[in-house]
């Protein structure tokens, strides 16, 4: 493997240019996106996120991550754990995230990730974190004073993960917001202190696809860690499942295809239809005026299977050859150690830690 010192590579950062196989522009804005493995990804991961990653690649300097530290904030079986990161490196790598284009790491392979966190914490306060809905959600299902402390700090970790990375922008769906909006606000108090060290990162939120919901309670998110799990598409579904889930997906007795504030079931169906086919939601509701809600869920299954399949299709390869996921997970921790280090460095300066 090729190597360069971290003076050279801080420079090459900038200029460049090749490293480890990677090619980026000079002057290329930087993006940094990331997903827990809590669970297995599903289909509003696609849409809300992962979809979008392969073009993001063409035009930015990327970098994706699996979350491994954002996960064990609520408790994981560590097999599971295991497994789901390497299922979510394959599924990162199936939908089209090039490693010679961008960086892909596991979160804990990168120890300046927590290192950062704990330097932010220490400019974060209480009254913000605990302001955090993501926080107040999951915390609720824990008895009170039995929330883990990472649950509460998670926001300052996930800050580190963005401003680590230099990130100008940040694809999320809509319920990351907030944390973004935190990490903004730290940059601000933290360049206000020392001087413009950190760097301001924009979200990335699509109009649609950004809120994909449940499809057995349109009210709510579809999450990975749904206990129901008809409510949810996972990237493990066989083609004959995600049929009968399309099929069973909660609508009403209106019986018109359209997007409609009112009716949150079929507009969640019409939005994801709409999103997968790159089309508006108008073309989908033309489309589809007086046609039935069988014929349409139909449709939008079989268009999930013909995105689904070939991933799962290439996920099954890659898993088969640990090998290559073993070498390509040290061999991009180094690059991303040795590409984070000297900035990790510089914010230290600032602080005053020798
Ligand atoms: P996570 O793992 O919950 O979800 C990963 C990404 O997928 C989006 N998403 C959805 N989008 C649309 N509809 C849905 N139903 C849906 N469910 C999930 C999420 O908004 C997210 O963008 N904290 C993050 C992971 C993270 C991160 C970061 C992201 C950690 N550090 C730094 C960006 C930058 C999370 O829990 O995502």
Redesign the pocket.
């Known amino acids: 493997m090729f190597h360069l010192d971290e003076k050279q590579l801080y420079l090459s950062f900038w200029r460049v240019v090749t490293y480890a196989g990677i090619h980026y522009t000079q002057g290329m804005k930087s993006l940094?996106?990331?997903?827990?493995p809590?669970g297995v990804p599903?289909i509003?991961?696609i849409?809300?996120?992962v979809k979008n990653w392969r073009h993001y690649q063409e035009s930015y300097r990327c970098h994706f991550?699996i979350?491994d530290l954002?996960a064990i904030t609520v408790q994981q079986d560590p097999a599971v754990l295991r497994a789901n990161s390497l299922k979510l490196l394959a599924f990162f790598l199936a939908s089209g995230v090039d490693p010679k284009k961008s960086s892909v790491t596991i979160?804990s392979h990168v120890p300046q990730h927590a290192e950062l966190s704990w330097l932010l914490s220490c400019f974060t306060h209480l009254g913000e974190l605990s302001r955090m809905t993501q926080f107040k959600d999951k915390s609720a299902s824990h008895s009170t004073k039995a929330e883990p402390f990472g649950l509460f700090a998670?926001p300052v970790?996930?800050a580190a993960?963005?401003l680590l990375h230099e990130a100008d922008f940040?694809?999320?769906?809509?319920?990351?917001k907030q944390?973004i909006e935190l990490t903004r606000d730290l940059v601000i108090r933290f360049n206000h202190r020392y001087g413009e060290v950190l760097k301001m990162p924009e979200p990335i939120i699509p109009e649609f696809?950004?809120?994909?919901?449940s499809l057995q309670d349109p009210t709510k998110?579809?999450?990975?860690s749904d206990s129901n799990a008809q409510g949810y598409i996972s990237i493990d579904d066989a083609p004959e499942v995600i049929v009968k889930k399309i099929k069973k997906a909660v609508t009403d007795s209106v019986g018109v295809v359209a997007y409609d504030n009112e009716r949150p079931g079929i507009s969640s169906l019409v939005e994801m239809y709409s999103v997968l086919t790159d089309q508006s939601v108008d073309a989908v509701e033309v489309a589809y005026q007086g046609v039935g809600y069988g014929k349409f869920k139909k449709d939008l299954a079989d268009v999930l299977v013909s995105i689904i399949e070939p991933i799962q299709i290439e996920m099954k390869r890659l898993l088969g050859d640990e090998d290559y996921l073993d070498s390509l997970m040290s061999a991009q921790s180094r690059l991303v150690i040795s590409r984070t280090a000297p900035y990790l460095r510089k914010i230290k300066d600032a602080i005053g830690l020798l």
């Open positions: 940094v996106s990331g997903i827990q809590s599903t509003g991961h849409l809300g996120t991550f979350a954002h979160q998670y970790l996930m993960d963005i940040v694809p999320v769906g809509a319920d990351q944390h696809g950004a809120r994909v919901r998110k579809m999450s990975k």
